[in-house]
């Protein structure tokens, strides 16, 4: 329903005047009919509502929009299947959304589980966890570098001005997913970790492993979760 940009307006006015801290959107650029690729996050294997042909807004269209009629509330990506994406185009477009709505932009990541969609993409599916990783990477170096420079094994430029640049000079970048690796990954390079609905509380323990092992200060992860179920619990 919130594809309809009346009743997307009133729901983050009213979380915003409510006090909610941020509101959260996801990604997926198609769907391909009768995808085989499991979800995860269902004991079916099939996303929620069980249809392919469902409407889903680019989150960072969908997020400009909302931006324009408020003021406080942050805007989150739950999640961007990063992999998917050119990092220093999606490196411009979260910048240029962050400066021009005062720094309200979280920046939630994942590496996806739709091997279908990546070959309508035209993406490679396997490595897709290494080139994340270097993705943040070089998105860090264009939002906090003077002078932006990164070479590695998917991204490589130099000198590379990359304007605007955040409202703080960066973003919050959020790792997203129900798996070790993810948690990992969150705990290794993220400023937060953002589990799946009912996530167990090993994988929160290994993303703050991660962070101590990699030199982090673990109590600095910020950890994202939905609400339960039964809001009671």
């Known amino acids: ?11 983050v006015q009213a979380g915003e005047e409510a006090g909610f801290d941020s509101a959260w959107t996801v990604e997926h650029t198609v769907v391909p009919a009768g995808y085989a690729s499991p979800y995860p996050y269902s004991d079916s294997g099939k996303m929620a509502g069980g ?20 003021t406080k509330i942050k805007l989150a990506t739950g999640i961007v299947i990063l992999p998917q994406h050119n990092p220093v185009i999606v490196a411009k477009q979260v910048a240029s959304l962050d400066h021009l709505c005062s720094g309200r932009v979280i920046f939630g990541i994942g590496v996806g589980w739709l091997k279908e969609e990546f070959a309508a993409l035209g993406v490679p599916f396997a490595g897709r966890g290494r080139r994340a990783e270097e993705y943040v990477h070089a998105i860090r170096a264009l939002w906090e570098q003077d002078k932006p420079s990164y070479h590695g094994e998917f991204v490589n430029f130099e000198d590379a001005y990359c304007r605007p640049q955040p409202f703080g000079k960066s973003v919050p970048i959020i790792v997203g997913g129900h798996s070790l690796a993810a948690a990992e990954r969150a705990g290794r390079l993220a ?20 962070a101590e092992q990699h030199g982090r200060d ?4 910020e950890i994202t979760v939905s609400m339960p179920d039964d809001p009671k619990l």
């Open 1 to 11: 329903p919130y594809v309809d940009p009346k009743i997307a307006i009133e729901l």
């Open 51 to 70: 249809v392919d042909d469902f409407a889903l807004p680019d989150p960072l269209i969908w997020m400009a929009y909302v931006a324009s009629a408020t």
């Open 191 to 210: 400023d937060g970790y953002f589990p799946a609905r009912e996530a167990p509380a090993e994988m929160i323990d290994a993303a703050r492993r991660s």
């Open 218 to 221: 673990p109590n600095s992860l």
